[in-house]
Each structure stands twice: as C-alpha cells, then as structure tokens.
C-alpha cells in the first residue's frame, strides 16, 4: 500500500509519523500501553494517521509477516458518532493474527482485548476496477464464515480518537474464523441475526444492519478505498467487515462464542496467562 497524504519534502510529518509510529511499536513490544498519539497527529488528520498504519505495515512485513486481508472498522453509527467521524476505518489483516487453528487464543499478545462478532468474506477476485459497485462487490467473494475479531489497543485505557485508532492499525488484535463456509447465493448478509456470548452469558445482540446497513456496504467502502490508497483487494484475502453489535470486553480464561444466522458459531476460549498489561 501506498500512503502520500503529505508532501514527501515535508521533513515535519515525516518526523510525527516515525515519532507516533515508534510510540505503538514500543507499546506492542513491551506489552506496556502508550499514551495516544494524538498529541503529535492531531484528531483530525486521518492522512496522516494513514500514514502511521503504513509505518507500522512496513515494519510488519520487514519482520516476515505476510498481508492476508483488510479490517473494517467504526461501521456503527453510536461508534462513528463517539469519535466524531462520518466514514468506517480500516487496517491490515497479518497471517500471525489468525488464531482459528490454535486450541486458545494466546492473551499473552493481547493488551486490553474486547471481542466483536462479524460476518468475514473470502474473496475469489481482484477488486481492482476503477467503476466498483455493489454487483462486482458480490460477485467477487468466494464464501463468508461467521467470525469473532479480537480488538485490541495500544493506547492505555482505549483513551482513542479517530487519529488514534487509525494509526494503530484500526486497533486490530487478531481474529478467529467460524468453519461452515456459505456462498452469498445462499443467504444475504443484512438479514443475519448475532448473538454473542461469555462463558455463556448473553452480552452482545446485533442485526446485519448494524454493519453500514450491509455488510456488503461495507466491503463495497473498503474495496474502493483500498483501491484509492494504491492496494486493491485480490482473491483469496479475508476481509472482517465490521462488527454486527456491542465489542466486548475478553479478559484471559473466558470463552467467547458468537452464533450468527446462518453461517452457524463460532468459539474462542482464550488462555490464562495474561500479559503485564493486563495484570497492571
């Protein structure tokens, strides 16, 4: 992905995007969460914030990870509201953020961990045309599974604006995918219905409405936008599109289980061992 939202002989936000960039990575690496980076970015210079996430994308891929996919995120309208925008965000899914196959999800790579329930797409296409709707959008994806993404945040007490969550890659964790594969022929993502439990208890209800008015709305956003940013989406990525209600708080040790209509359940039992973050 290319990121350009400042004039590369502009030395000063070169500066503020290595300085935030710098703050996340320390966070991430000492499990100690930062202070916002908003204090060097602004709250309202999305680009630049943009561009931070691409710092941190870099930094990824120099260490050996691979891009699997794209996050969608702030598709509520109450969330969206809360931190003063009118758009969804987005960040970039990393192969060692899919926890599916693992018995646990390890807390110990996690910081201050809230779950969300979401419809994930598989894509079967590129997304690279220039004049992308809602038809290509759905004719682009090879199947959808129910999935739990597990939100995370680098910045102390999720004390988050916009700028803040963009930066730290859309405040992206990892995430766990559902097995029962569905075509879009055989149901309509708007018409779901999710119900998200911990440790069996009821704590999240939702609609397929909830996400954009559509997930497929939400897709549509994304590949557009991923296109425009230099990136398009390609086949065989996953794409979480949102969360289809209330995020969650998932402390170590409980099991999260979401059910959604018609792509069946999915379960996260997370592990016992926390990180320092979380035990402070």
């Keep these: 992905m290319t ?3 400042h004039s590369a002989g502009d030395a000063a936000p070169l500066d503020t995007v290595g300085a935030a960039a710098g703050r996340l990575i320390d966070a991430a690496r000492t499990a100690v969460p930062c202070a916002p980076v908003r204090d060097l970015l602004g709250e309202t210079d999305i680009d630049l914030a943009y561009a931070v996430q691409q710092h941190l994308t870099e930094h990824k891929l120099a260490s050996g990870a691979r891009i699997v996919g794209r996050k969608i995120g702030l598709t509520s309208p109450a969330v969206q509201q809360q931190l003063g925008v009118n758009r969804p965000d987005f960040g970039v899914l990393f192969d060692d953020m899919d926890v ?5 999800v390890p807390s110990d790579r996690l ?3 809230k779950a ?4 994930a797409f598989v894509l079967s296409a590129d997304l690279d045309d220039d004049d992308l709707d809602l038809g290509k959008v759905r004719d682009a994806v090879d199947y959808a599974v129910a999935a739990l993404e597990i939100v995370d945040s680098r910045v102390a007490g999720w004390d988050i604006k916009i700028t803040d969550t963009v930066a730290d890659n859309a405040s992206s964790g990892l995430y766990v995918l559902g097995s ?3 075509s879009l022929a055989d149901f309509e993502p708007i018409d779901t219905t999710m119900r998200m439990y911990i440790d069996d208890e009821l704590v999240s209800e939702g609609t397929g409405a909830a996400c954009l008015g559509d997930p497929l709305n939400a897709l ?4 557009r936008t991923a296109r425009e940013f230099g990136q398009p989406l390609t086949a065989g990525q996953v794409v979480l599109s ?3 209600g209330p995020m969650v708080s998932a402390p170590p040790g409980v099991t999260v289980r979401a059910e959604i209509s018609t792509l069946g359940s999915v379960t996260a039992p ?3 061992s926390p990180s320092s973050a979380q035990e402070n």
Excluded: C, K, N
């Design 3 to 5: 990121i350009t939202p």
């Design 100 to 104: 599916s196959d693992l018995d646990e």
């Design 111 to 113: 910081l201050q961990p």
């Design 116 to 119: 969300e329930a979401e419809i």
């Design 180 to 182: 029962h594969r569905v």
């Design 220 to 223: 549509l956003w994304l590949a």
């Design 242 to 244: 949102g969360a289809l």
């Design 270 to 272: 997370f592990s016992t």
